[in-house]
């Protein structure tokens, strides 16, 4: 992959991140040792390209069960979903064009938020970081996106303290898959209102 | 909240209008959206991304003005939501100001809005409830 192979990016999820999301290794590199470094590594499967369609479901049907197997009681689900409307549906009283009003605003403040950021990443431009990243803790913190405000609130204190920017991009590619799938659910929620 | 009503003594007749002066758009939309619900006596909600062009518009006597404390992301050279406030208070002595702000370390706010006289509320999930009762303050006063 370009700027950051699978290796490194497993290193992250695992030793950064401290995520134990699934992860099934692809290669077409086919190697004798591949599988047994990938494993080492922490991704928890591996298969070489071509890759059989079977042998993949099969690989995540086994991880994801296995996930939620574990974490049954104890830890967040696999599907835990990322947003929460209670709030904003209680301050307007159910009223459903405002709902779908106020998903929108979100839907289009959050894209410009996140744009704002990697731009300002980019540059290397750590007030700006700092300060769009506090804006964006009050756009989240309205769709009860508390994971989102979690990672927003630790890149506010990188960009002010450490100004580790490499740090700060793991961060936010953190930030960025949470944003997609919040649009996804939240567009499933804007279609019960309109 | 007895405190409110010493300090937002004011004689002008009430307009009905409240403005919000929030660089985060979809902030601002739900914080009108929610007054509009749940407040008959405001008529109307002015949202104003930047704070400059609020000063602009004192002129139409808004009986409150909500301002974010940062208030600095869309302008580089925007003026900040305290310096808005200073500003305000320059202006109109007697406005009924809140300042919302996410920061974590609150004494740095709550210090300087003090010196300007303005109502504090924190933006988190009780934000709206808390700027609907000092909202109920300033619109009980006759």
Known sequence: ??????????DMIRNILGSD?????????????????????GMNAYMSKPISEELLFENMFNLLTRESHENAGTK??????????????????NEKDIIVELIDAYLQQIKEDTTEINNAIIGKDYDTIKKIAHRTKSTVSLMGGAEMLKILEEIEAEAISTKNVEKIKTLYAFLKDLEKRSTIEIQIERSKYS | ?????????SKSP?????????????????????????????????????GETCLLNLHKNPDA???????DTKYADA??????VKRIRVEKPEMNIIVLSAQKEIGVVMDSVKKYNCSYVKKDETAFERVNEIMKDIFSIE
Do not use: W
Not at chain 1, 1 to 10: A, D, H, I, K, R
């Open chain 1, 1 to 10: 992959m370009p700027e950051m192979n699978g290796y490194e990016t497993v």
């Open chain 1, 21 to 41: 999301v699934p992860i099934i290794a692809m290669t077409a590199h086919a190697m004798a040792g591949e599988k047994e470094k990938c494993l080492r590594l």
């Open chain 1, 76 to 93: 967040q689900a696999v599907t835990k979903k990322i947003i929460n409307l209670d709030f904003l549906i209680k301050s307007v009283n």
């Open chain 2, 1 to 9: 909240m007895g405190f409110l009503k010493n300090l937002f003594k």
């Open chain 2, 14 to 50: 009430r307009t009905g209008l409240v403005f919000i002066v929030e660089d985060n758009a979809a902030y601002a939309k739900m914080l009108q959206a929610y007054l509009k619900t749940n407040f008959s006596s405001i008529k109307e909600i002015q949202l104003f991304p930047v």
């Open chain 2, 65 to 71: 003005i909500i301002v974010d404390y940062f208030l």
């Open chain 2, 79 to 84: 003026e900040t939501g305290l310096e808005i």
